[in-house]
């Protein structure tokens, strides 16, 4: 079973049990899945494959994360823990994220195989972190271990 097809299976069982928070996020999950096989040319009752699934949710993880920002810095608590009891269901379909230490170790690594890298060409290093990395560690994470890996150099 994909995870599409859970999803939707998991919008039932929501429905069933009165989980006001699971069922919105699932429904928003498909929602968003329909969106994105219509942006891609494809019929909505077509199902995205895995990996495209795994995508259109960590990017409604992040909404999220920038939504739980602004609204601490808006001083709205109430939509805060809203928003971080949907970040929490979202997260439990997402692959586990490298920690600091594993990215370090990754970081290091390649800092080896490419010898030094200048500051100048710190955003290529980055694209290429970035690349190898993509759904296995956060963006902000990688920026900043690269950062201080240099100041250290």
């Given at each position: ?9 998991l ?15 699932m ?9 994105e ?17 795994i995508?259109v949710?960590t990017?409604?993880a ?11 810095k808006?001083?709205?608590l109430?939509?805060v ?14 692959p586990?994220?490298m920690?600091k ?6 970081v ?35 920026k ?10």
């Amino acid at each position: 079973m994909t995870l599409h097809e859970n999803i939707h299976n998991l919008i039932k069982e929501s429905l069933k049990a009165g989980d006001k928070v699971r069922l919105e996020v699932m429904r928003g999950l498909s929602a968003a899945f329909t969106n994105e096989l219509v942006a891609t040319g494809h019929t909505p009752q077509e199902m995205l494959s895995d990996e495209q699934a795994i995508a259109v949710i960590t990017r409604l993880a992040k909404q999220r994360k920038d939504s739980i920002e602004q609204f601490t810095k808006g001083g709205r608590l109430d939509l805060v823990e809203e928003e971080k009891g949907q970040l929490e269901i979202l997260s439990e379909f997402l692959p586990k994220l490298m920690d600091k230490a594993e990215v370090e170790e990754f970081v290091k690594n390649k800092m080896v195989v490419f010898e030094t890298i200048d500051t100048a060409k710190k955003g290529m290093f980055m694209a290429t972190l970035m690349k190898d990395l993509k759904g296995k560690a956060e963006g902000s994470l990688v920026k900043e271990v690269l950062t201080e890996m240099m100041k250290e150099s």
